[in-house]
């Protein structure tokens, strides 16, 4: 049996997200709210928030209250529902280093009718499967050097997506998007299946707009292109989307690690509909944002480098494709990040 005969965009699916962060909450709140039943994996305060006063989401559409079942662990579906069947759909949102933890806590509960879609920034783990030529089946060892993730999730079940969701986490358990919510997803190994296009209808019937794409590592590398030119730069500069995509200084930068991606990306045969001066354009346009990268940074979180830059310049080598500027870049970016962290590590400790 395929996943696909399962699958009926109609009838309510038996979702379970993980990850409480703004993107989560924000699918979790719109599916939840569209009749399917939906199973949020969270931890600390924000868990307990969602068990005691349920998920808000604030978005283009209105206010959504949205009754989503906050569990710590995927047994908690079993312990407190008794033999609830595998669910239909896995989202897995978090940070990209996150993912491996992620994907072997959601393990347990996956069936073999049960789709994944990891929605993370970056060049996914699954960049080589079904991809054919030389490299097909390979790993990309910057994000899953240890195979974590290809044990844990079986490929075969795996859907990729590109996120244009954009969202942010106003307290525990509370959500606001003032943007359209968008994803691209698509086969790894590329074609229009009847999953995906179920997977697709499903969250259009919830407000979420689902373009399934025939390739969609194509714009996997727009989006990759977006990533690298603005997020380490925004952590060395901390300077807004509209600074990064318009200051002459910042352009020199930009140029040069977009020129060097676009390469990589030409060497593995995307097909790239962006024009390079409209970008810079669109990219001002998006006026005084901070990348969330910069937002990581501030809040002293770990960041997102290993697949937003790290996997790229691997890609690269394996063509030996120099990419001196965005080399530089990511180092930069780093020494950034260890100052921070020796600074704070040298500040008194308050009472």
Aim: charged share 20%; glycine share 8%.
């Amino acid at each position: 049996m395929t996943i696909s005969m399962f699958l009926d965009p109609v009838r309510p699916w038996r979702v379970l997200i993980a990850g409480a962060g703004a993107i989560g909450c924000t699918l979790a709140a719109r599916l939840a709210a569209a009749g399917h039943t939906v199973d949020l994996l969270a931890r600390g305060r924000t868990l307990q928030t969602l068990r005691e006063q349920g998920l808000v989401l604030d978005d283009l559409d209105g206010r959504w209250h949205s009754p989503v079942r906050a569990i710590a662990h995927v047994d908690e579906r079993q312990n407190e529902h008794g033999n609830e069947p595998a669910p239909d759909l896995v989202l897995l949102c978090s940070k990209s280093q996150d993912l491996p933890a992620l994907a072997e806590q959601v393990q347990p509960c996956l069936g073999p009718g049960t789709l994944i879609v990891p929605l993370v920034n970056g060049v996914p783990f699954w960049f080589f499967h079904g991809a054919g030529g030389r490299f097909d089946g390979q790993t990309v060892q910057a994000v899953d050097p240890q195979g974590r993730l290809a044990q844990a999730l079986p490929l075969d079940q795996v859907l990729g997506a590109v996120v244009f969701v954009t969202a942010e986490s106003t307290g525990a358990g509370r959500v606001r998007s003032r943007t359209p919510h968008l994803l691209m997803l698509g086969e790894p190994a590329g074609g229009l299946s009847p999953r995906l296009q179920a997977l697709c209808e499903m969250f259009a019937q919830a407000g979420i707009e689902a373009r399934p794409q025939e390739r969609l590592r194509d714009t996997l590398w727009t989006k990759l292109i977006a990533n690298l030119t603005s997020n380490p730069l925004s952590v060395v500069t901390r300077a807004t989307l509209q600074a990064i995509y318009s200051d002459p200084v910042l352009l020199e930068t930009v140029r040069a690690v977009m020129h060097e991606t676009m390469l990589v990306a030409s060497a593995y045969g995307a097909r790239l509909s962006i024009d390079p001066i409209e970008f810079l354009q669109l990219g001002a346009g998006m006026g005084a944002v901070r990348t969330s990268m910069l937002q990581d940074f501030e809040r002293d979180r770990p960041l997102e480098l290993a697949a937003i830059g790290d996997a790229v310049v691997e890609l690269a080598e394996r063509y030996a494709l120099p990419m001196p500027a965005t080399r530089t870049l990511l180092s930069q970016t780093r020494w950034h990040a260890a100052r921070r962290a020796e600074r704070r590590l040298a500040e008194p400790a308050t009472a």
